[in-house]
């Protein structure tokens, strides 16, 4: 990993502010310099399918804007009357302060500020995420826990059987965090299970997370981020939690991930099988009418795969690749961060999908060195196909490969309802990785590539 | 008191132009209080996000041919580099340029560096864009994180250049530094005045200077027509281009907002002219403009050819388009200067600016004789009776718009059309800047409206189905009265 960044791939932790947009009617406060809010949704919004301000992003994000008296004076006071002012207009239910650089540096006490709101009652939860602190995943993990920690709080549990509360990729960081979060309610409502899916369109809101602590388990689907989310809840409210360090994508692993799923909540099998045999009859239907195709375009098809994403998507999209597609791995990059211990789990579950994956993993968070790592392996290589963001397309463009769109950044292309998680998310790649072939020029069955 | 002065910063410009964040009244009143320079700016409890100097700064200085730019900050401040990029890509090809690739690297500040220092990551990061880019020139920008922490990049990058032998030029943009996002234009002129442009070997008299944004090439086919040529400045400009400014028979700009310093400045140190009179937005400040250019140009006579061929060729279609926009009414919100610009265009096609809204404005310019933009605008469409000043702020603007419902909203900045378009109201989103220049700017603009109006129940749909995030009290109240408890129940 390096040291410095070209072509970023994650904001800093007050990115998480779009965490806070993730949660039905919650809103953010901002109180940092006047570009942070911005250049924040610029990216994680904008340059990300162009997902949209919502119902309370863009340029409706409170900001207390501080600039020169408040660096030096302190911007306490403004912190204060920038809350009393989104609680006067806004409409919503849950407000999250996000401290920048310039308040933490200057050490204004953010977190007491949002406390004493708290303490007389608002929905007020008060973090610390400058930007210097981390990134967009840590202010992920920092505004769940805090939103758990300060606005859950101190409860008893009553433990509902069947309950699950499903912790897995980062709005908005994820590009299509909005249909994957449908899937994976989808098929785990179809095995019989009751879901708390805490963001997006299929979650309740506030009252699903009150209801965290009522969960029988806690689902993590990651080998990295929201581990530290799924400790607290085990140490917080004893809700034992089963992790699943790749993402599912297609019909092997989805099913593989459902039966570990049901065996950690005690589901009896029967109905369980019935559901995995049902998904996977529909999904294999579409596989195999594919391979019409496959055998007409065969000169066309990719045959190398690199794949540039982060540590909760990218191994998953890539084992499905390798594992159902027949592809061969030239280059995984994990883009994240992940910490030493993380890094030990993705390895060890990428070897055990195919040895091959784990020999060409990297962890890197510099877009210019992977970009230097793919041109230096693609000097030798067949047909490849890039998988990652708009740096990857023009990548792919220059180095004669095709591409398709996996990871931030995206400028474009718009993404509504997209996924590559699970049995549906699986179709889709397989109809996006075959696409391919006619995007970069005019393709034909004769044609030798 | 000079305008340039050989010291690392520029000042910022809510103290060198008094600019603004607030007012809500006439244009007539703040054209008279910009004047007196006392206007009523009413301060406000609360705020929605905005933008930064560094922004700005990076937007000029990472589109220059062979730069690299390290943005000295957590990664958070370098975001913006694929989508520059993508722009870079799209204007390059617009004007038949070398694709232009966006060089940027983030020192990636951490915390450990604030507190223990980041000038050794800022070395690492200036070689390795050394090494990476091979550029001709590195900038280093400057952040909130850098800034507060003290680190000294004047001495870094003297020390860098002396190893590297070309400039390694500081652009100072802390965001916390200016309210008004656009001391960021001028922290990245003042950079390239310092370092960049030097005394002009000969007089190219048959140049002109255009400082804009990252826009397509509207500027060359215009000025082509008086045997003119176009040194755009600074995106994708070469060194040697900027390096030669100081030739240039005159300075122009797109926006007095963008470019009134680097243009006095050039005047006042190289004695490079600036034209003074209205960027050539709308027909009769093109015209006005071209005459002025002419007149450092010596084209007096060609230029009157000129208005008046160009008046006649597009008054066939202008009238069309006049009879079918006639008497709509319209609300412009954008940059101080742009927003009249835009305003001044609508007028040409007979519309009728009811509401104007400007990001900041500031009460004068570098120099007394530089244009008012204001004041021209009020001279060319008349009093505008809303007029606001603020700094996009969608919790006051909604409030405006569903009041006055114009039939068409006019915005430049992102992030601000939806707020029309939640609304049900036909927003254009003018996007490039450079777009609706001259007199074929006047046509493409009215164009453009009659396909947004035709596609009304898009933006029916659009409100029928979206909702604000905004309470009651909102609704049913002065926001003011609401934010300074001046109603029951409003006490907080």
Redesign the interface.
Known sequence: MSEIIEQPRYGCALSAQQTVLAIPRALPIIHAGPGCASKAFSFAATGAGFQGEGYGGGSHISSTNTGESEVIFGGEPSLEKEIKGALKILDGDLFVVLSGCTSDIVGDDSISVAERFAAQGYPVVGTETAGFKGSSYYGHEIVVKSIIEQFIGDVKPQVRHGLVNVFAVVPFQDPFWRGDLEEIKRILTNIGLEVNILFGNGSAGISEWRDIPNAQFNLLISPSTGTEIAELLEAKYQTPYLQYPILPVGGVETSRFLREVAAFAGLSSLPVEKAIEKEERRFYDYFVAVSDFIGEYWNNLPVDLYAVGDSIYAPGVSSFLVNELGLVPRGVYVTDEPQPAWQSVITETLAARDSRLAAVLKFENDGGAIEMDIREKDKNAGKSIILGSSWEKFLAVDVDSLYAYLSLPLDEIVILNHSYMGYSGGLRLIEEVYSAVFKRKTATSRSIV | MSVYKDTAEVEVRERRLDAILSYKGDAKTLNVQSKKRKVNCPE????????????CAEGLICHIIDAAVISH???????????R??VG?AVSKSRGLPEHKVQ????????E??VYGASK?LF??IY?ADR?FKPRVIFLQS???SG??GEDMESIARQAEEKLHYPVVPVYCE?????I?STGFDAAFHAVLRRLVKPAQKKQNDMVNIFNFTGSNTFIPLLHKLGLRVNYLLPMATLEQIASVTEAACTAHICETLATYVAAALEEQYSVPEVKVQPPFGIDWTDEWVREIARYTDRAKLAEQLIVQEHKRIQPELEKLRELLKGKTVYVMSGDAFAHNLANIAKDLDLNVIGLSTLHHDLHFETKEQINSLEALIESVGNIKDVRVC?????RIIKVLQRISPDVLIVRH???A??GMKLGIPTLSEGDANFSIGYDGVLKFGRRLLDLITAEKLFGNIAKHA????????REND?DD??NNRMLG?E?
């Open positions: 406000s409890s609360y705020s929605q996000c905005s933008q930064c100097s560094e922004g900050a957590p990664i958070g401040c370098s975001l913006g580099a694929s989508s990029h993508i890509r940027m690297i983030c020192s990636n500040i951490n915390e560096d604030t990551k690492t990061a390795e990476r952040s909130c994180a507060i922490i965001g916390f530094k200016s309210t996002w700094n996009k702020q969608p919790y992102p992030n601000l939806p707020m909702r604000l995030p905004y309470n009651s009290r909102w926001v609401v934010l409003g907080l």
